[in-house]
């Protein structure tokens, strides 16, 4: 059973580009998170969502980022006119629905990506 | 404000023995879960161990213990018999189980574990 899988491993943008990371999560998970590691920090949420839906995106800055699920494919998160502040590691994660129904599972996490911006 | 403290920036054990990881956490919900996570060197998150807020008894995963003192708000990691493979960076992290923020998880910000032999 493979588990979270993201691409790419490392991404090299210069001031103003776009990146794109992508995530797929694991076989049978409905929910997909995005957080953001800074250097020597511990991890920040950035935005929750289920399939074609944002749940919670109050993590994400107002500007320039955005994420999506599709109903077919994997998550994106998409940031726009990066800047050298944006260099950090992004984390997804995935999870199914909690056995109560209410509340989602154990999120198991991807590799990250490792963006850099020059 | 911060929701999860880990004041121990670095710790050390020696090889077998058994090492403590702190975390405190801060809330007045009364549903919500702790996890703690391991970072190795090469960057990846992997899950170690969870204890929801309503269980009595202390979560146990081989040779990782959560010891939770509910009303001391305190989840600290155990992990007995040390490996070298057990260094790492260890994060805490507590998740909500309603309210607008369900689902996200709150991390601390690490405690670097080296074993040495």
């Known amino acids: ?118 | 404000a911060q929701k999860i403290t880990q004041t121990q920036p670095g710790m050390f054990v020696q090889e077998k023995e058994a090492v403590t990881l702190d975390c405190t956490y801060d809330t007045s919900d009364q549903s919500y879960g702790l996890f703690w996570y391991k970072q190795p060197s090469s960057g990846e998150m992997i899950f170690l161990i969870y204890q929801g807020s309503y269980d009595e008894q202390n979560a146990t995963e081989g040779r990782y213990s959560l010891n939770f003192q509910k009303a001391r708000k305190s989840a600290n990691l155990v992990i007995s018999a040390s490996q070298l493979g057990d260094s790492a960076m260890y994060f805490c992290a507590m998740r909500f189980d309603r309210g607008s923020t369900l689902g996200r998880l709150y991390f601390g910000r690490g405690t670097q574990l080296t074993v040495w032999p």
């Open chain 1, 1 to 118: 059973n493979a588990g979270v899988m993201q691409n790419p491993r490392h991404l090299v943008r210069r001031r103003g580009q776009e990146a794109r990371l992508r995530c797929s999560p694991m076989k049978g998970h409905s929910h997909v998170y995005w957080y953001r590691q800074l250097p020597e920090e511990g991890l920040k949420f950035m935005v929750y969502l289920q399939k074609e839906n944002i749940i919670d995106e109050s993590g994400m800055p107002k500007e320039r980022f955005s994420a999506e699920f599709p109903k077919e494919g994997p998550s994106i998160l998409r940031i726009q006119q990066v800047v050298r502040g944006d260099s950090a590691a992004y984390f997804c994660a995935s999870s199914r629905t909690g056995a109560s129904g209410r509340s989602p599972d154990t999120q198991y996490f991807g590799p990250g990506t490792r963006l850099t911006v020059l």
